[in-house]
């Protein structure tokens, strides 16, 4: 009998603790408040492609401590997709990690995770047909094959310098471009204007909108070098741009929800004069919130004998930390502008930058690409993959361009600047264009050895392209 009852009292002990150790678990545990995406939201995709980043979401409580070893739900709940299992459990750090396959449904896909009654999150992909997500209307061409863009500037000249190219969804579905008209030089007009493409390549002005979208302020002779970036977190378009004079480089900021309404631009960074020149702005990749590149061109600029590429980070995009100097260094040449995005589906940067030989002056003559995995240290190629003269619009400057890569990162579109000279009128002509190819093809090209063909050459007596130069 004794035995019996320490029997029965052992096991309720036993049970009793089981309980307990049941119940500080999920004390540990605690509640789920939230669930986060924290990688893999919004990317581009094609019909049955796996997207290139893993979705991850994190589970935390009403505190926003992270919640280990509790049980999400996964159900793809917009498109076609599918995920390999529709529940995991989250590890140390409260986060689970999943692929997700596209089906056939072109549009807007949505993966919901839930946990817990009540806590739930969303991450959205976008699937891609007949170049929604992609502009290219042409592939496998060679870097020649140029084609002038036509964009009607509110000044009527056509001559556009400074494209940037951004996609977009929902209200600002498609392909936003901002440039700066510049005819034969007048820097009285270079101020951003935008331009929209459902699809492919023909730009139009967008409903509502009435260019240029600024003008310089009182503390600016001048504006260029816009920037736009696509907020997956507000659903706005940024849009960054450079005014000079001078004193200083200040650059400012403006967003829009639709493309059309546009808020009051306002300053977010101030440095001396050609000390901020070319800014370009990354958003949304993995190594910091945001990131800001610049050209320092010290107080020469456009006469500047060499230039250094630095880099700024921002928790807000619109402040930033002080400059620090990267190793993007192109041998025997000085990079004037510069531009550079992430490549989601091949995990780097890219930066596209035109440059002079290093003790002449800003008159650009080829076009650089070199890649990175952090922003910070940086591999170049070795031979330009674009040279001036490639074209008679081109002959003399090759300017700021940028590029975009389809989803899968194999192919690539390139708008790019440039002008010849007409010594008769003593100005600079100056329009924008676009070219599409493989990835592997644009590589090669930069991978080419060095060589007398590979080494432009600028035609000798040209005049300084641009205002940023020495104080007059």
């Known amino acids: 009998m004794v035995g019996s009852t320490r029997l029965l009292q052992s096991a309720a002990w036993c049970l009793l603790a089981a309980a307990c150790q049941g119940q500080n678990s999920a004390a540990a545990n605690g509640t789920p408040a939230a669930v986060t995406v924290i ?3 919004v990317q581009l995709a094609e019909p049955h ?3 290139p980043i893993p979705i991850r979401f994190r589970v935390t409580d009403s505190k926003g401590h992270p919640l280990p070893e509790v049980t999400v739900t996964l159900a793809v709940v917009l498109g076609d997709g599918q995920v390999p299992l529709s529940t995991l459990v ?5 986060e689970v990690t999943t692929s997700w396959s596209m089906g056939t449904a072109s549009g807007v896909q949505e993966l919901q995770a839930t946990a817990g009654a009540t806590a739930s999150g969303a991450a959205t ?5 007949a170049g929604e997500c992609y502009p290219a209307d042409r592939v496998d061409g060679p870097l020649s094959a140029i084609t002038p863009l036509t964009l009607v500037t509110y000044d009527g000249s056509e001559q556009a310098v400074h494209p940037d190219v951004v ?3 929902g209200a600002l579905a498609g392909f936003w471009l901002v440039a700066t008209p510049y005819p034969n030089g007048n820097v009285d007009v270079e101020n951003p204007s935008v331009f929209h493409a459902p699809k492919g390549n023909t730009w139009t002005i967008p409903t509502g909108v009435k260019n240029p979208l600024a003008r310089p302020d009182q503390n600016a002779a001048y504006l260029s070098d816009p920037d736009v970036v696509y907020n997956t977190q507000d659903q706005r378009l940024w849009l960054y741009y450079r005014g000079a004079s001078n004193v200083s480089n200040l650059v400012y900021l403006m967003h829009s929800a639709d493309g059309s309404h546009w808020d009051t631009p306002s300053p977010v960074l101030s440095v001396p004069a050609h000390q901020a020149v070319s800014p370009t702005i990354v958003h949304g990749a993995p190594q910091a919130p945001w990131i800001m590149w610049t050209v320092n061109a010290g107080p020469l600029g ?3 004998a060499n230039t250094t590429v630095e880099r700024r980070t921002s928790t807000d995009g619109s402040h930033w930390s002080a400059a620090s100097a990267v190793n993007l260094v192109q041998p025997g040449q000085a990079i004037w502008h510069i531009d550079v995005e992430w490549i989601p589906a091949r995990q780097e940067y890219w930066a596209i930058y035109n ?8 008159s650009t003559h080829a076009l650089f690409v070199a890649q990175s995995r952090d922003g910070v240290t940086w591999t170049v190629g070795t031979s330009p993959i674009i040279r001036s003269g490639v074209t008679d619009d081109f002959q003399d400057i090759i300017y700021r361009a940028t590029l975009m890569a389809d989803p899968k990162g194999a192919r690539m579109t390139l708008w790019l600047s440039g002008a010849k000279y007409i010594p008769a009128a003593s100005v600079y002509v100056w329009r924008t264009a676009t070219v599409s190819t493989t990835t592997a093809n644009l590589l090669a090209i930069a991978a080419a050895p060095v060589s007398a063909l590979s080494t432009p050459t600028v035609r000798p007596g040209l005049p300084h392209p641009e205002p940023d130069g020495p104080p007059r």
């Open 39 to 41: 990688a893999g939201d």
């Open 49 to 51: 492609d796996t997207l």
């Open 90 to 94: 989250t590890d140390d750090s409260g």
């Open 125 to 129: 992909a976008r699937l891609c047909v």
């Open 167 to 169: 996609s977009g969804h």
């Open 302 to 304: 456009c006469a500047a």
């Open 355 to 362: 440059t002079y030989p290093i003790g002449t002056s800003c």
